[in-house]
């Protein structure tokens, strides 16, 4: 065992001695590979901790909401419609949601109005609210993204044109802590009164409606009794919000990666071109190697601490450089691909998340084949003769 | 002593190499390094431990969540079907063509929403 | 003494055979070599010296014949012609030394890094196998280039370096090929002190030379001479008992 370390530690000393001499390249190749680490490993510890942020917030979304659809659109819907869920047996709660989007033509943004379940239901089976009290009509309370893009903190007034035109002089009351933008960036909350008159929507109408059930095992019954009632709608349940997130994440994540394919494949090519590209100075020297008593497996150890050092360094840089890049600076490189053409954007500070399968996999997709790459040329040449030097 | 000239004449000009017999050993020092990233490995595993031991912050959106009855992500703002991708219509990202192009970049990134149906509840590994 | 280290018995090579352009290199060779003393290969160029040396020195693999090598270690007389590459490795690595035809020694290593290479793979300590690189290189007055890539040497630097490299696991055969191709005689006249000096020791030197200097010095034993792939002489050198004995009662 102490053998084996030491001739390891020799071998490597020697590899590292051989490198030395085209230094250039090397760094350079680590540089190239460290900088593709690097991007893999940010985009699969971003997606990883949204989507780990994304279960850990969204499970507190309505267990089911309740879709109106009118060709193939969402559409509004009425009391009628509150009153015939409640009368499902199992239905614990159901209420009304108001939440709508607007354009704010002063910024360009998009906000999202909401009013809080808690002020159009008097909802018995809740918990109290924290943030589910309804603000008094005339008073706000907004996601930090608001507040930035139209520069107002707390007390200030909010000054929006509705779509007719009509001037609302808004208090802020509150912006949202800054801890919960993911969610909450672009929200406007306000009161019900407020919300109507600002989108002239009639008394009697919401944009959807939110149900809890007293049994969770039952919700799939729940749902096809309501299907029953309510054939028009659409039901959309905690998990299908989940799994969209899911999917999202995944197909973020592998777009993402589809393009840095190409990047990974040039990538493959070049260090496969530098192993096999065994010029007749590394011929020679291998040939030298087995002529004072190196065995052929030996020379390829030697080689493959090569390839292995290289990829655990780029690996290892790449990595952190990434956890950094992530947990510390917010992802600032990766946001213009997330942020798309929006005005208003959150600012997410993601709580650190490692999954080591996908940490693992990254590291055996990337690691595993450049050696791989590496081996086959490695090993046809360490099979030369030894009595080459002799001529 | 064969060549004691030429041997005192390397040594002076040796004199500014370094004294010690021993030329560092690049191994133990790529292996030190080596040690040292896997450490920092560990670490960032610790501080991940660590923050999320910390993070109310978690909770305290979950507890929003709940109270507004928020059901999406405010990653993207610029259309409906970004903004709440769970909510969006199915038809939505395709409104004047199923093979149109998005109008923008991140309904590229987001992809068609799915229906999931009601059959689909009952299996799925989507945690509680 | 009584078993010769290396026994030869009507060894034939063929490079590259049953090829367009195969070329038996060595015909028929019988020759046994005792353990100690300095034999010389001399014969035109493309006699098939630098063969002969590598099929001894377990670098190569005869295409007939038997060739027998007594292990240092063990004293057992092995049939190394058939051996696996693996074993022959070994074998090589304890038994010989060697000081190849253009030295071969790897660029862009210091010399003190050539020298330590041989002793890799044998599982030592780095210490311990610099310590021995260092004592050699003091030993051939090489140690202040010790540092210094190999590159930068001079030819009998570059040669006493290879010398070091030859001896590092310290075999107790030394196989050189034309070591002293390209030297100026003071470099040929301390190169065969260095010759004598294992040979005091009892190690064994095989070396091919096409310079009269060389076979002709007083530390040489025996003068085996190739012509195109045979033996064509096999005398004793001029520090044979035998030559001794003869010059000594006219
Ligand atoms: N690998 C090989 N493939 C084909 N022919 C070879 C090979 N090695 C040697 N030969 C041939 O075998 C013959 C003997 O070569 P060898 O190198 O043994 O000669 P030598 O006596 O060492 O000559 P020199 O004094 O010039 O070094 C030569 O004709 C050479 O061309
Ligand atoms: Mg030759």
Not at chain 3, 10 to 23: F, R
Not at chain 3, 114 to 132: F, H, K, S
Not at chain 3, 218 to 226: H, Q
Request: glycine share 10%; net charge neutral.
């Amino acid at each position: 065992m102490i053998r084996w370390f030491r001739v390891q530690v020799l071998m490597i000393d020697y590899t590292l001695a051989s490198m030395a001499r085209r230094k250039a390249r090397n760094l350079g190749l680590l540089l190239v590979y460290a900088a593709i680490l690097f991007v893999l490993a940010s985009v699969t510890l971003f997606t990883g901790a949204l989507r780990e942020e994304a279960v850990r917030a969204l499970v507190g979304a309505p267990e089911v909401t309740v879709q109106r659809m009118v060709m193939g659109r969402h559409a509004l819907i009425d009391r009628d419609g509150l009153e015939a869920l409640r009368a499902i047996r199992g239905v614990q709660w159901a209420e009304g949601r108001l939440w709508g989007y607007f354009y704010d033509t002063a910024n360009g943004a998009n906000y999202t109005m909401i009013v809080p379940s808690g002020g159009i239901v008097p909802s018995g089976g809740r918990e109290a609210v924290a943030y589910g009290a309804p603000p008094e009509p005339g008073f706000v309370r907004i996601g930090g993204g608001v507040a930035r893009s139209r520069g107002v903190a707390p007390g200030d007034w909010l000054f929006l044109l509705n779509p007719q035109g009509r001037l609302f002089k808004l208090r802020v009351e509150a912006v949202f802590p800054s801890a919960s933008e993911l969610v909450s960036a672009d929200l406007v909350v306000l009161s019900e009164a407020d919300f109507r008159a600002f989108h002239t929507l009639p008394e009697g109408v919401f944009t959807d409606l939110a149900l809890g059930v007293r049994n969770p095992r039952e919700i799939t019954t729940i749902v096809e009794k309501a299907a029953l009632v309510l054939p028009d709608c659409r039901f959309i349940t905690r998990r299908d919000i989940l799994r969209t997130y899911d999917a999202l994440f995944d197909w973020r994540e592998g777009i993402l990666l589809a393009l840095m394919g190409g990047a990974i494949l040039a990538f493959m090519i070049l260090a496969w071109d530098k192993a096999s590209g065994q010029s007749p100075e590394e011929r020679r020297e291998i040939g030298i190697l087995k002529a004072i008593g190196w065995e052929t497996g030996e020379v390829i150890r030697a080689r493959l601490w090569e390839s292995a050092l290289v990829s655990l360094f780029a690996f290892l840089a790449g990595y952190l450089l990434a956890y950094l890049h992530v947990f510390f600076f917010s992802a600032g490189l990766l946001r213009p691909v997330l942020q798309g053409w929006a005005v208003l954007y959150p600012e997410i500070h993601l709580t650190p998340r490692i999954d080591g399968a996908r940490v693992l996999t990254l590291f055996l997709l990337t690691v595993g084949p450049y050696v791989a790459a590496t081996l086959v040329p490695i090993w046809r040449a360490a099979v030369v003769d030894p009595d080459t030097v002799m001529r | 002593m064969v060549f004691p000239v030429a041997r005192r004449d390397g040594s002076a000009r040796s004199g500014s190499l370094s004294r010690s017999p021993f030329p560092p050993n690049r191994a133990a020092t790529a292996l030190v390094l080596l040690a040292a990233g896997l450490a920092a490995v560990l670490g960032t595993v610790l501080d991940a431990a660590f923050r999320r031991g910390e993070g109310e912050t978690g909770r305290g959106t979950a507890r929003m969540v709940a109270d507004l009855g928020l059901t999406d992500l405010a990653l993207f703002t610029e259309a409906r079907y970004t903004r709440n991708p769970s909510l969006a219509d199915l038809h939505t990202p395709f409104q004047d063509h199923p093979l149109a192009l998005d109008h923008f970049p991140s309904g590229s990134l987001i992809g068609p929403p799915t229906p999931w149906g009601q059959a689909s509840l009952t299996k799925g590994e989507v945690p509680e | 003494m009584d078993t010769p280290m290396l026994t030869l018995r009507a060894v034939t090579k063929t490079h590259n055979e049953g090829e367009e352009n195969a070329c038996t290199a060595l015909h028929d060779i019988d020759l046994s070599l005792e353990g100690r003393g300095v034999t010389v290969l001399r014969g035109p160029s493309g006699s098939g010296k630098s063969t002969l040396l590598s099929l001894v020195g377990c670098l190569s693999r005869p295409t007939s014949g038997r060739i027998h090598l007594r292990d240092p270690e063990t004293a057992e007389v092995r049939d190394i012609s058939a051996l696996p590459e693996r074993f022959l490795t070994l074998l090589r690595r304890r038994t010989f030394g060697f000081v190849f035809q253009s030295f071969n020694l790897i660029h862009g290593l210091s010399a003190l890094e050539n020298v330590m290479l041989p002793a890799y793979p044998l599982g030592q300590g780095r210490r311990e196998i610099i310590t021995r690189a260092t004592a050699w290189l003091e030993r051939l007055d090489v140690a202040h280039k010790a540092r210094t890539p190999v590159e930068l040497l001079s030819g009998g630097e570059v040669q006493r370096v290879a010398i070091a490299r030859a001896m590092v696991n310290d075999p107790p055969v030394l196989i050189a090929d034309e070591p002293t191709a390209n030297l100026d005689s003071d470099l040929v006249r301390r190169f065969l002190e260095i010759v004598a000096r294992f040979r005091d020791e009892g190690r064994m030197v095989l070396m091919t030379s096409h310079d009269p200097r060389v076979w002709e010095s007083v530390s040489v034993d025996r003068v085996v001479t190739l012509r195109d792939g045979r033996i064509a002489g096999d005398e004793p050198g001029p520090a044979s008992p035998a030559r001794q004995g003869g010059g000594g009662a006219p």
